[in-house]
């Protein structure tokens, strides 16, 4: 079984700070891959950004970067320099080869951005 | 740009109609899936299709069914809607499923069943 676990409800940054959701993930099988959406207010599911079980380097997409731990098994989303525009909801999604990469999600993190 | 597009955005039915929802992807995906999304309950699976006529349950499938009768098109069916289904609906396309395939979603249909 896969499991995803998002921690924080709610958090909140000012804005141009960096700020970071957490996501920890549970499985057996050896290859899998982790991904991150966002989801504004407006409900559209936006992919963020993509990491593989073998990738050695942390994934980074413009101000995005996953802080990908294995040994811990985390895959934390850090965004910097925060704008007003990433307040949405953070979903951490993991597809593993025994689940058909089927993607399970976390329960999501509210991010709100103060200006 | 891929496009998943779902038929509806807002509906409203009675409790035990049949509802259907349709989703419409334009890029040749193999794989499309049917999520529910409740606040603190993140994405749940309902259904997903790895090709025509083919379907496989997910997490929740209980009171829902779906049809893949065209390759660009996935139903969710509510064969008798009840008021603990009412819920926000997203569809998603992918190609073959792999390690790194993300998911394309719409943009919702959010359903109330009074």
């Known amino acids: 079984a896969q499991k995803i676990t998002q921690t924080q409800p709610g958090m909140f940054v000012q804005e141009k700070e960096a700020v970071t959701l957490d996501c920890t993930y549970d499985t057996s099988d050896q290859s899998y891959g982790l991904f991150w959406y966002k989801q504004p207010s407006s409900g559209e599911m936006i992919f963020l950004i993509y990491q593989g079980s073998y990738d050695e380097q942390n994934a980074t997409e413009g101000r995005y970067s996953l802080n990908f731990q294995k040994a811990r098994k985390s895959a934390n989303l850090v965004i910097s320099a925060s704008q007003l525009g990433d307040s949405a909801m953070y979903f951490c999604?993991?597809?593993?080869?025994?689940?058909?990469?089927?993607?399970?999600f976390g329960r999501g993190t509210s991010l709100i951005v103060h200006p | 740009d891929v496009k998943v597009t779902q038929s509806s955005r807002y509906l409203v039915k009675r409790t035990g109609e049949k509802v259907f929802l349709e989703c419409v992807q334009d890029?040749?995906?193999?794989?499309m899936f049917w999520y529910r999304q409740d606040p603190g309950l993140g994405l749940r699976l309902i259904y997903f299709s790895y090709d025509v006529k083919m379907k496989e349950k997910g997490d929740i499938p209980e009171g829902y069914s779906v049809s893949r009768e065209k390759k660009e098109r996935f139903s969710l069916i509510l064969e008798s809607a009840s008021t603990n289904q009412t819920s926000m609906y997203l569809c998603a396309s992918s190609p073959p499923a792999g390690e790194g395939s993300p998911l394309h979603f719409g943009n919702g249909t959010r359903l109330t069943v009074t």
């Open positions: 890029m040749d995906h193999e794989n």
């Open positions: 999604a993991m597809g593993t080869s025994g689940g058909s990469y089927i993607p399970t």
